[in-house]
């Protein structure tokens, strides 16, 4: 995720924390600060809020490890301030699997409260009135916190977890296109009377976890729709094989003249013995011609951290592959050799024309072509 940095790698998944996640917490220290007039107070706070995520990791945790025990791996988690998210690389295909890895995370606030709670008793500590949580207990406030966290993340509204549990239990009986928009939905409805409690209460926290329901209730519909056309498709049904190459060795003019003579901006650079060694992008090649002039080689300019995909893929597993890249396209390669190129647009392309197939003929099943690709010719 963008402006993000990695915190650490814990049980196999890359942990990232946004960087508006350092501002909050100077913020919640300053106002701890000024509120008590000292620096106790201040790095108290700093450690409370601290705590308070530490348990929404755990929360992403218990997501991941659940999806781990379904076979499905988890790319990362990142801790943002209004909470965490874990990527999961799929989602399942059984709503049964959908529903456990959903609940997973709010039962582990549940754990921790519990636990939290039997440290408590047997201690001896004092309960504390509800009343002021600023007068309990610090165990007590976590214990507090953490119900809160079960209680909201399972309101029915996408993309928190008691979405995801609606849209499972729905698609048990409906499809699940229909179920995911039927959650969404709903998910939209709480977003306004989030907005409506916003206006009331005067808070923006709850605008801004209005915002974020909204828009994700959504990504996860047009992401779930997406997914229903694409369906078992396989990268080489979406990738273009006419294309342009450009060898490391070539001078920057000849990928400007192919941009003015044709409508690929992107390049892949492929050497002398067909291996491809780098992306030259659009935006690549303008900085490279302000910066080393039209005669300098594409080597010098090329992005060499790129994606390579095998046309066997899946289509659907690769798509957050392409999204993650630096580059603007894929190298889709076949016994080694580079068949065909995939990117965002062309992709998009291929869904809006599953969707008008499938709109056409909703009952006729499409049987996948047969396509031969033709290897540009290399450079020589």
Excluded at 115 to 123: D, R
Excluded at 299 to 304: A, I, P, S
């Amino acid at each position: 995720m963008k402006w993000s940095f990695k915190l650490t790698r814990l049980w196999g998944i890359d942990v990232y924390i946004h960087y508006t996640f350092l501002l909050l917490l100077g913020f919640v220290g300053l106002q701890s600060g000024l509120a008590r007039g000292n620096w106790s107070a201040a790095l108290g706070g700093m450690a409370f809020f601290l705590s308070l995520f530490l348990c929404v990791l755990l929360h992403e945790y218990g997501h991941a490890m659940a999806a781990r025990r379904y076979g499905i791996g988890t790319h990362d988690i990142t801790l943002l301030p209004i909470g965490g998210v874990a990527r999961l690389e799929r989602m399942p295909e059984d709503p049964a699997h959908e529903l456990v890895i959903a609940i997973a995370g709010p039962l582990v606030n549940v754990v921790i409260a519990a636990g939290l709670a039997l440290g408590m008793m047997l201690s001896g500590t004092a309960w504390g009135s509800l009343r002021d949580l600023e007068g309990v207990s610090y165990f007590q406030r976590l214990i507090v916190i953490n119900l809160s966290l079960v209680a909201f993340n399972l309101l029915p509204a996408f993309p928190m977890d008691g979405g995801r549990v609606l849209r499972a239990v729905l698609a048990m009986s409906l499809d699940p296109l229909r179920a995911t928009r039927i959650a969404a939905n709903i998910g939209r409805m709480m977003a306004v009377l989030f907005v409506a409690m916003a206006f009331y209460t005067g808070s923006p926290i709850l605008g801004l976890i209005a915002v974020f329901v909204w828009m994700g209730a959504g990504a996860e519909a047009a992401a779930t729709e997406a997914r229903s056309f694409i369906g078992d498709a396989r990268v080489f049904r979406a990738m273009l094989t006419q294309f342009q190459i450009l060898s490391p060795t070539d001078p920057l003019s000849r990928a400007a003249q192919l941009i003015i003579s044709g409508s690929q901006t992107d390049f892949p650079v492929v050497a002398s013995d067909g291996r491809v060694v780098g992306v030259l992008s659009r935006s690549a090649l303008f900085a490279g011609l302000t910066r080393e002039g039209e005669s300098a080689p594409v080597e010098r300019v090329m992005e060499t951290n790129f994606l390579t995909l095998d046309a066997d893929q899946s289509l659907e597993a690769a798509l957050p592959l392409l999204s993650e890249s630096p580059a603007p396209l894929a190298a889709v390669a076949s016994q080694g050799r580079i068949v065909g190129i995939l990117t965002i647009e062309n992709a998009s392309e291929f869904i809006a024309l599953q969707r008008a197939r499938r709109s056409r003929m909703p009952q006729e099943p499409m049987s996948p072509p047969v396509i031969v690709a033709v290897p540009p010719q290399l450079p020589r």
